[in-house]
């Protein structure tokens, strides 16, 4: 543990967003849609982005500090309590602290988070604030956008289990309150309520398996205590694996995972900014994070002991990644699609983390540091990757938006604003309303052009440093345990959908000509939005020097020195992948990049490749896939009407009918049961004290009907009680 | 009074703000003596803690009740101030205390059945009745929760109509509340327990809703039976004792109400080898005196009082009834029961623990079927309350800490949840789940304080009311195993019910919201001055002592560990 | 002198014919002389008891008991005068206020 004075100021990167939370939000209030408010600081947006800047500053600080070994610090006791020993009567107070703990892990994810945070916020302020949609209101955004910035710096730097829960259930409500922003929206307000609900029922797992955890432990949930082998060693494994599991259950909740995936598609309901941050970058990795934690654990109990849940967590990777890529075929909603890419991707890393797991618990550390660091980087390319597409895609939805302005509205007499006087029904997401953009939009398509290649896996760029590293390392595990030969074999299924169904979204939105008229008069206007995604692009295009610098083995161990310098990191990584000395595992390298560079493009081009129109010019780095998926159109007729129309795709439409079984359990049988209760409670067993009130009440009225109000019956009755009086004083006596 | 009657009102007022200044003198001229005097002898202060609010209630009502009608509107401003002052001077008390301004108090240095400010009066001699009254880590944060709460009900409930009478009432409640958590002779506890039905029946009566008759009469007779076979257990458990122990025992019966005597005689015995007064006789005595408690928490199947009450229950009335009344059945629980029957405890362990799980889970599941907002919360309350009972069936001081907690932070989170439907109900005149949408764009604070009482309730971390369930659930693991899947799911289920009412109140509506046919067409307004005040505070609390548990934990978990030393530690099981 | 047995036996006549006629007359002045006849009854029994066993006490009784039933039979008239102004009818059978 090293003490530093960073060390001390650490808390300060999740506390300053939560300080500026009320400050916003009260700022906002008072001066709603005054000029000062709107102009000067973009109704609170600059304040949240120097805030965002300085916990950025804050986070390298810490992590240029931090790169000598894992480090960390409590902080202060947050409260105590006892516990009793029924046998010896002995009383031991068991302490909560409050602190920071700062490895690898760590590392990784601060930087993306604060890194994102802070781009995202940067265009916000292009995206939020030039939509008449959120005028008076975007305070509220920002405020809520605060919050949940420092819930996931809160998240990271926590040196507990209890507070990773704490700071995750705060970016829910936070997911809770931004999906909902436009809460007039039916579809909004029920979106927000799904996904709060969802993630719940993976919470309630969750924390019961953090009390598990506690109780298995000793009392401790802090990462110093609980990642020590020998503690780990003192713990039932089988207990433990129970204990973990059900922490998984809660990481499938919030990472979207099957099958508790389906509220991530109807999140989509809120502003893009928020699908960004929240739904691609940041919050659908704290599952992520939660699972990598466990690793210790893996890596420090008996051999094959906790390899059941390994296989689980890959197996639902697997089933995920296969899933979401589907469903993804028939998506015409721009978010939508990137939705589903997302699920899949952190599927993928749920299966990579899964073969790490595994490695690690069947005694080969080696390669199981490196399937985690394959993992992990992977969700760091993801995340730089995703923010980056989602951003792209508010860009177009948002430029669509004015063009469609313009054109229903091209007579400036009709300034009403309003939203449904703005729609006209036109959906500016769909991509069916898109077409040819590549020209109109260069810095956009550009963004999602390389964006998408880090998502397949496109060689040399973004993500595929990682995701081959996921193929490999899981086919690896597969030849020594044979149950992975399903998420195996899925995943690398996976790779060639992926190409696909991110293709065909590409070519939709930017190939081709314009399919509507609203379509060719996008221009690329806003300012703010642009920059970040050029920030972006540059680091997908330069992943190739993460690669370089080991990240791969250095994010697997910290501790681990294998670094070579960067040239030869490169031409270590390089020989690794392509001229790998296993015969089977450079097949697979082989066969992987074939389906996701070529194959899956392939067929996305000859569905819905086309040239662009007369007069219109992409930059040259794009030109040549236009006019190649122009090419591989015009000649080939194939024809997927088959497929269109099949059940599967029918299924597929419907989400393979997930929402409807949920929805039906939650109406038919959680409601039924609700009301069923309620109505047993009001009749029944409120029923038992009505009969006794009723009861008493008759028995009082048979009573009164002595007192029949005659002075002859009265005389009657006293005198029979005197002689019943007598008789029993003499009778007795 | 037939003086005062003559009194034309003018005087009247005047005699009412000389009053106040009269009492304000008389404390400023004690207070300057305090605080020289540290080391001093302040134990008299529970007696203004307690008979304060009781006796300015009283007089203050009697003012109020002499008024004609016109009479009673032009008094109301005054009379309302005035009981707001007098609300907060125990206010003051409480929070000196706490802050250790007027004598030291250090909570931890409190063993079992030790309390600061104990102060002795004998009362009755012939049957040893004495006014005994103190505080420890279990009732001072109880004490400061009444105090607290009564100022802010009556900030919350300015404009309620009828002020002159109102207002003392809710003074008077408070003074019987803080009496029902400071006495400790059992005599006076239950005087003050069945002193807090009266001022609740006549809020109840006069201000509540269209059904109030029923509520009323259904609230008072339930709750009193309950009592009654409470006091039958009192009873027997005082002539049990033997004679002539304690220093305030009484001259004919030669036995003590006294609550330190009984403690201590208890005491002597061990838990699991000797048994006090003996397993069989412990058993029946538990039971009874917890039916009390039981009826008063409430429990399912006794719960059914609860729904009515508070639906039909102004504002103010379901707050204090939600916020403190409910607190004193657990309170009871701990105090008697608990401590001196622990062998009749470790027996109904598992019972204690069932009937917890079921109001937990039976209330949650009902909460889910209502319609009406307040029933909904009302039902929440009773779920709520069984936390409560699974923290004392764990037998861990985790367990017990965390049910106080648990007390606590509802103390402070239902006043805010009922505020809210009142809010409702005042400005919209609807609580029906359907009738309304899209509210949040007519009255954006109220949504943003419904939004926060909801997520507060339901357990969002750094919101008072996590601690408490997250040390609940540490404690329940080990001893009970895999029931613990049925609170989780109740965490879930909590979670659907608020989230489907917020949805279809504040939420959906399109762009111009649907306001509810009770408001005629009428604008919807947003939340008056006082109740946002009233709101606001409530909020922060409920954020402070979200992030700052140890405020009131660290007593808490003081006194528990008091209790498991000198209770369940002696002799071993 | 007479045989107390046989005083004894008159009162015990006298009182069962007064108690039967208070139970089954409707006119309240003659249920206020049935009344005053078992109380005279009374003070026989108590004469005669006297009698029987020399001790002063009865007769001591028995002359209470005349004073008393004098204010009783006052006050019941006086009841029974206001009854009359109140109702116009001293039956008993139909002054019945009291009926639940």
Redesign the interface.
């Known amino acids: 543990m090293s003490g530093s004075i960073i060390l001390e100021y650490a808390l300060l990167i999740p506390l300053l967003p939560m300080m500026a939370f009320p400050v916003i939000l009260f700022l906002g209030k008072m001066f709603n849609g005054t000029p000062g408010w709107i102009n000067k600081t973009k109704e609170g947006g600059l304040i949240a982005l120097p805030v965002m800047g300085a916990s950025l500053i804050l986070s390298i600080w810490l992590i240029i500090d931090s790169l000598h070994g894992t480090s960390g610090t409590t902080l202060f006791t947050w409260f105590e309590s006892s516990w009793w020993d029924p046998a010896t009567g002995a009383i031991t107070t068991k302490v909560f602290n409050v602190g920071i703990y700062i490895d690898h892990l760590t590392i990784m994810l601060l930087f993306v988070a604060s890194f994102l945070c802070f781009l995202i916020n940067v265009f916000s302020i292009g995206y939020m604030n030039t939509d008449p949609i959120n005028d008076n209101r975007n305070h509220r955004f920002y405020a809520e956008f605060v919050l949940f910035c420092s819930g996931m710096l809160g998240m990271v730097l926590a040196d507990s289990f209890i507070w990773l829960f704490i700071f995750w259930e705060l970016m829910g409500l936070c997911s809770y309150l931004l999906i909902g922003f436009y809460y007039e929206r039916p579809s909004a307000a029920y979106a927000a309520k799904k996904a709060f609900l969802t993630t719940r029922v993976g919470d309630v797992f969750l924390i019961i398996g953090l009390v598990m955890l506690w109780n298995l432990f000793d009392g401790h949930l802090d990462y110093a205590y609980v990642f020590n082998p020998q503690n780990i060693a003192a713990v039932d494994a089988g207990s433990l694996q129970l204990a973990l599991g059900m922490m998984f259950i809660g990481a499938i909740g919030k990472s979207a995972q099957f099958p508790l995936h389906v509220w991530l598609p109807d999140a989509m309901e809120g502003p893009t900014p928020v699908s960004a941050l929240i739904h691609a970058a940041t919050m659908v990795n704290a599952g992520l994070y939660l699972v990598a934690r466990m690793f210790p654990f893996f890596a420090a109990t008996p051999i094959g002991s906790m390899s059941t849940l390994a296989i689980i967590i890959a197996f639902i990777g697997g089933i995920t990644a296969i899933m979401a890529a589907l469903i993804a075929f028939v998506q015409m909603d721009l978010k939508k699609v990137l939705a589903y890419s997302t699920m899949s991707q952190l599927a993928y890393i749920f299966t990579g983390l899964g073969a790490a797991m595994w490695l690690a618990n069947n005694g080969h550390m080696e390669a199981a540091t490196i399937a985690l660091g394959a993992a992990l980087f992977h969700l760091f390319n993801h995340a730089m990757a995703k923010g980056m597409l989602f951003m792209a895609a508010g860009s177009v939805i948002h430029e669509m938006h004015h063009a469609h302005h313009e054109v229903h509205h091209h007579d400036h007499s009709d300034d009403d604003h309003s939203a449904n006087d703005e729609d006209d029904d036109f959906d500016a997401q769909s991509m069916e309303n898109m077409g040819g953009l590549a020209s109109r939009m260069p810095i956009t398509a550009t963004a999602m052009f390389f964006g998408s290649m880090s998502i397949i896996g496109i060689p040399f760029i973004g993500g595929f440093w990682s995701k081959e590293g996921i193929i490999a390392k899981t086919w690896e595990v597969a030849f020594l345990e044979p149950s992975f030969f399903i998420p195996a074999l899925f995943i690398l299924c996976g790779a060639g959908m992926t190409g696909f169904y991110m293709s065909r979204m590409w070519l939709m939105t930017f190939a081709g000509k314009p399919k509507t008229e609203v379509a060719s008069h996008v221009v690329e206007k806003t300012a703010w939005i642009p920059i970040p995604l050029v920030v972006l692009t540059f680091m997908t295009l330069t992943a190739f020097i993460w690669a370089g610098l080991e990240v791969t083995g250095w994010l697997g161990d910290y501790d681990s020195g294998h670094f070579h310098g960067f040239l030869s990191g490169i031409l270590y990584e390089f020989k690794h992948i392509f001229l790998n000395h296993d015969i089977t595992l450079l097949l697979l390298t082989y066969v992987a990049i074939g389906l996701s560079m070529i194959l899956g493009p392939l067929y996305a081009m000859k569905l819905y490749g086309g040239r662009l129109e007369e007069g219109q010019k992409a930059l040259p780095w794009m030109g040549w896939f236009i006019n190649l998926s122009g090419r591989v159109n015009e000649n080939s007729d194939f024809d997927n009407s088959a497929w269109a129309n099949s059940s599967l795709t029918k299924s597929l439409h419907k989400r393979l009918h997930f929402d409807d079984v949920y929805d039906a359990a939650m109406l038919k049988i959680v409601v039924g049961c609700a009301n069923l209760a309620a109505l047993f409670d009001t009749k029944i067993i409120d029923g038992v004290i009505r009969g006794i009130e009723t009861t008493a009440q008759d028995a009082s009225t048979k009573v ?2 002595l ?6 019956d009265y ?2 009755m006293a ?1 029979l009680g005197t002689l019943l009086i007598f008789g029993l004083l003499w009778g007795v006596a | 009074m037939g003086s005062t009657a003559n009194m034309d009102l003018k005087s009247k007022e005047f005699a009412l703000i000389g009053f106040l200044a009269l009492i304000i003198a008389a404390l400023a001229a004690f207070f300057p003596n305090l605080g020289a005097n540290a080391e001093g002898n302040v134990d008299w202060i529970s007696i203004p803690l307690v008979g304060f609010p009781i006796i300015t209630g009283v007089i203050l009502l009697a003012f109020a009740s002499q008024e004609s009608r016109t009479g009673k509107k032009k008094i109301a401003a005054p009379i309302r101030l005035a009981c707001l002052c007098f609300s907060l001077i125990p206010l003051g008390i409480s929070t000196a205390l706490f802050f250790d301004w007027l004598i030291a108090v250090d909570w931890s240095t409190l063993g079992y059945n030790e309390y600061m400010l104990d102060s002795q009066y004998l009362w009755m001699e012939s049957i040893g009745v004495s006014w005994h009254v103190g505080m420890d880590g279990l009732s001072f944060p109880m004490v400061w929760l009444t105090t607290f709460l009564v100022p802010i009900t009556m900030i919350m409930t300015w404009d309620e109509k009828d002020g002159a009478t109102y207002h003392p009432l809710l003074l008077l409640m408070g003074g019987a509340l803080i009496g029902v958590f400071v006495s400790l002779d059992l005599f006076m506890f239950y005087i003050f327990w069945e002193l807090t039905l009266i001022p609740m029946f006549f809020l109840i009566l006069k201000w509540g809703g269209s059904d109030r008759r029923y509520a009323a009469q259904k609230f008072f007779i339930y709750t009193f039976a309950a009592s009654v076979i409470m006091l039958l257990g009192l009873v027997t458990l005082y002539f049990l004792q033997p004679e002539g122990s304690g220093p305030f025992h009484g001259t004919i019966t030669g036995r003590t109400f006294d609550m330190t005597t009984l403690f201590a005689n208890a005491a002597a015995y061990n838990l699991g080898e000797n048994v006090f007064l003996g397993l069989e006789m412990q058993k029946i005595l538990f039971v009874l005196l917890m039916i009390g408690f039981l009826v008063k928490l409430p429990a399912v199947p006794f719960h059914t009082w609860l729904p009515d009450a508070h639906v039909q229950a102004p504002t103010g009335g379901s707050m204090l009834l939600a916020g403190v009344m409910l607190k004193m059945g657990a309170y009871g629980m701990m105090r008697i029961p608990i401590a001196i029957f622990p062998d009749a405890l470790v027996y109904y362990q598992d019972v204690i623990m069932a009937i917890g799980l079921i109001s937990l889970v039976w209330g949650s599941i009902v909460c889910l079927g209502q319609t009406n907002l307040k029933k909904m919360i009302a039902y929440s309350s009773v779920s709520h309350m069984g936390i409560i009972l699974l923290g004392i069936a764990s037998m861990q001081p985790l367990g017990y800490a965390a049910a106080l907690f648990m007390m606590f932070a509802h103390g402070i989170i239902s006043p805010m949840l009922f505020a809210v439907c009142g809010a409702f109900k005042h400005h919209y005149r609807s609580m029906e789940i359907g009738d309304m949408r899209g509210m949040a764009k007519w009255s954006p604070f109220l949504s943003v304080y419904m939004m926060f009482a909801w997520m507060a309730s339901l357990g969002l971390p750094l919101l008072a009311g996590f601690v408490a369930e997250l040390m609940i659930l540490l404690a329940y693991w080990p001893i009970y195993g895999w029931w613990i899947l049925l609170p989780g799911a109740v965490l879930a289920i909590t979670a659907a019910y608020y989230l489907w009412s917020m949805q279809r109140t504040i939420f959906e509506g399109g762009d111009e919201g649907q306001p509810p046919e009770s408001l005629n067409g009428e604008t919807p307004v947003d939340i008056s001055v006082h109740e946002n005040i009233g709101m606001i505070i409530l909020a922060v609390f409920t954020v402070i002592f979200g992030i700052f548990p140890f405020i009131a934990l660290g007593m808490m978990d003081d006194w528990t560990v008091a209790l498991f030393e000198g209770v369940f530690n002696r002799g071993g099981i | 002198m007479i045989d107390p047995a046989y005083v004894s036996g008159l009162s015990a006549i006298l009182f069962t014919i007064g ?1 039967w006629g ?3 007359r ?1 006119n ?1 002045i003659v ?1 206020l002389m049935c009344i005053e006849l078992m109380l005279n009854a009374v003070n026989l029994q108590f004469v005669a008891a006297a009698a029987l066993w020399g001790d002063v006490t009865g007769w001591v009784y028995a002359i209470f008991a005349i004073a008393i039933a004098a204010g009783e039979v006052a006050i019941g008239l006086a009841i029974f005068l206001s009854m009359y102004g109140q109702h116009e009818t001293i039956s ?2 139909e ?6």
């Open positions: 009164r009907s007192t029949t109000g005659s002075a002859r005389i009657m005198a | 108690l208070a139970f089954s409707k309240a249920v008993l059978d002054v019945d206020l009291l009926k639940h």
